[in-house]
C-alpha cells in the first residue's frame, strides 16, 4: 500500500490509499538492484523482512475479479487487515480501502457494505492464499522522506479451488509520500527504476497481480 496517497480510517469507514508501483518478474538468484542512479533517492534504508498471509475471497464466478477488484484478509506488516482492491479513476494504479481485523476470520459487515456497492456477488469463499515472504527497503530522499518501497518477494500461493501451488520471485517499486506528482519527474524516476531492475537481470511482470498469476492468468 502507497502511503503516497494513504487517510487515516473515520470511526465508521476504512483507511484509503492509492497503489502506484511497477511490478517484475525475477529469478531465485537474481542480484538486488542498484539504486544509486535514481532520481531524488539520497539512501536506501535497511532491510525489513516481513512474513505475509492473506487469504483472497471471492464468489463461485469470480464477480468481483470480473469487475476488477479483489478483496483479502492479510495478517503480518504494517498494513495487515481487511483490504478491498479496485480501479483508481485518475493517475493510474488501484484504490485500496482498508479496515482492521476482526476478532474472527468472518467478513466484516462494513467490508461486506463496501463489496454490495460494486458488485453483485453471491456467497464469498475463500478462492486463494498467498503467503509471502518479504524483504521491504525504503528509498529516502535527502531529507530522509520515503520516494518509494521497493520489496523483494518470496511467495508461496494456492489456488484453493484448482489445489494447485506455485512459488515465484517478484520486485514491486511503489511510490512513497514524497514521490514526485504526477508528470515528467515521475515518470522519469519509473524510467530509471525500470532501467535499474532490467540491469540486475529483472524483467516486467508477465502477470497484473499476485492473485491473478496464483489463479493461472
Known sequence: MSAADQHPAEPTGPSHSVEVELKFDVEDDTPLPDWSGLPGVSSVGAAEPRALDAVYLDSDDLALAHAGYAVRRRTGGPDEGWHIKGPHHGEG??????????????????????????????????????????????????????????????????????????????WEFELGPAAPEPGPDRRRLFAKAGSAVLAAGGRPAASASKLARTLGY
Open 93 to 170: 494504479g488501484r484504490l485500496e480501502q482498508q479496515w482492521p481485523l476482526g476478532p474472527t476470520d468472518e467478513i466484516p459487515d462494513a467490508v461486506a457494505a463496501a463489496l454490495s456497492s460494486v458488485a453483485t456477488v453471491r456467497e464469498l469463499a475463500p478462492i486463494a492464499r498467498i503467503r509471502n515472504r518479504r524483504i521491504a527497503y525504503a528509498l529516502r530522499d535527502a531529507d530522509g522522506g520515503v520516494v518509494a518501497e521497493f520489496v523483494d518477494d518470496h511467495v508461496v500461493a494456492t489456488d484453493e479451488r484448482a489445489g494447485t501451488e506455485r512459488t515465484w520471485r517478484e
